[in-house]
């Protein structure tokens, strides 16, 4: 018992030297309990009593039942598979099932996920090998895309040029990715463009299409292109403005 106290004593001064508190919690939370046993398991063999035999036993028989029939076992054995595979590590966007955010920590057991409304999901890590799991930091990036429409056509070389200068400057634009603009189609009214980006952080994916179509349309206007003005830009612009 003396034997014990000690370990257990030992094992908690060790842990308080953990510079991550949460994973200084959850090992205060388990490894003295752990310590606890072997030590008394220790005790009883040195004092003769032979209990391997029925360690073995009883190990075999807990470890096997808490990792088939418990949901946190099997978490658990996610959670390692999860750290050899290196699926994710905190910082990177993931999609997994219908979670999709930014890693912020992982453990064995939950990996913890900021969403794009800045709520948190704890998602259980024995979802990641039941679902599919989409690490877009490391796929290069996901793409997005705005429309232009432009009204004169004898602007439009001119316009795509304009354009251009303004993609080959995006500071934001995922690294190893070009964008570039697209002539899409010729309507009744306007001539269609379609500019494409990459960004890393997709649940920032409305803040970037903002800033990429404002960039465009006005650089287009400063340059004395006619963006929109007969298409519907114009028109929500027209009832915006009428509202206000």
């Given at each position: 018992m003396l034997a014990t106290v000690v370990v257990v004593r030992l094992t908690r001064r060790v842990i308080r030297r953990v510079d991550d508190p949460r994973a200084r919690e959850q090992l205060m939370f388990v490894a003295p309990k752990s310590a606890a046993v072997m030590a008394a398991v220790a005790g009883l063999m040195v004092?003769?009593?032979?209990?391997?035999?029925?360690?073995?036993?009883?190990?075999?028989?807990?470890?096997t039942g808490a990792v088939v029939f418990t949901p946190v076992g099997q978490s658990f054995v996610a959670g390692a598979m999860i750290a050899m595979d290196d699926l994710c590590r905190p910082g990177e966007v993931v999609t997994v099932a219908d979670v999709h955010g930014t890693v912020i920590y992982r453990s064995l057991l939950r990996t913890e996920v900021l969403l794009p409304d800045d709520t948190r999901a704890w998602v259980p890590n024995s979802k990641f090998p039941e679902e599919e799991v989409r690490n877009h930091s490391r796929m290069g990036g996901t793409r997005i895309s705005v429309q232009v429409p432009l009204d004169r056509t004898d602007q439009r070389r001119r316009a795509v040029s304009i354009m251009e200068v303004v993609l080959a400057e995006l500071a934001w634009c995922s690294r190893g990715k070009d964008p570039y603009v697209a002539f899409e189609e010729v309507t009744g009214d306007a001539m269609m463009f379609t500019a494409f980006a990459?960004?890393?952080?997709?649940?920032?994916?409305?803040?970037?299409?903002?800033l990429l179509l404002t960039g465009l349309v006005d650089a287009l206007e400063d340059q004395g292109i006619s963006v929109g003005q007969t298409t519907k830009l114009s028109v929500g612009q027209a009832q915006v403005a009428a509202t206000g």
């Amino acid at each position: 018992m003396l034997a014990t106290v000690v370990v257990v004593r030992l094992t908690r001064r060790v842990i308080r030297r953990v510079d991550d508190p949460r994973a200084r919690e959850q090992l205060m939370f388990v490894a003295p309990k752990s310590a606890a046993v072997m030590a008394a398991v220790a005790g009883l063999m040195v004092v003769g009593i032979d209990v391997s035999g029925m360690a073995a036993v009883l190990a075999t028989i807990g470890c096997t039942g808490a990792v088939v029939f418990t949901p946190v076992g099997q978490s658990f054995v996610a959670g390692a598979m999860i750290a050899m595979d290196d699926l994710c590590r905190p910082g990177e966007v993931v999609t997994v099932a219908d979670v999709h955010g930014t890693v912020i920590y992982r453990s064995l057991l939950r990996t913890e996920v900021l969403l794009p409304d800045d709520t948190r999901a704890w998602v259980p890590n024995s979802k990641f090998p039941e679902e599919e799991v989409r690490n877009h930091s490391r796929m290069g990036g996901t793409r997005i895309s705005v429309q232009v429409p432009l009204d004169r056509t004898d602007q439009r070389r001119r316009a795509v040029s304009i354009m251009e200068v303004v993609l080959a400057e995006l500071a934001w634009c995922s690294r190893g990715k070009d964008p570039y603009v697209a002539f899409e189609e010729v309507t009744g009214d306007a001539m269609m463009f379609t500019a494409f980006a990459w960004i890393d952080d997709r649940t920032r994916e409305p803040s970037f299409r903002g800033l990429l179509l404002t960039g465009l349309v006005d650089a287009l206007e400063d340059q004395g292109i006619s963006v929109g003005q007969t298409t519907k830009l114009s028109v929500g612009q027209a009832q915006v403005a009428a509202t206000g």
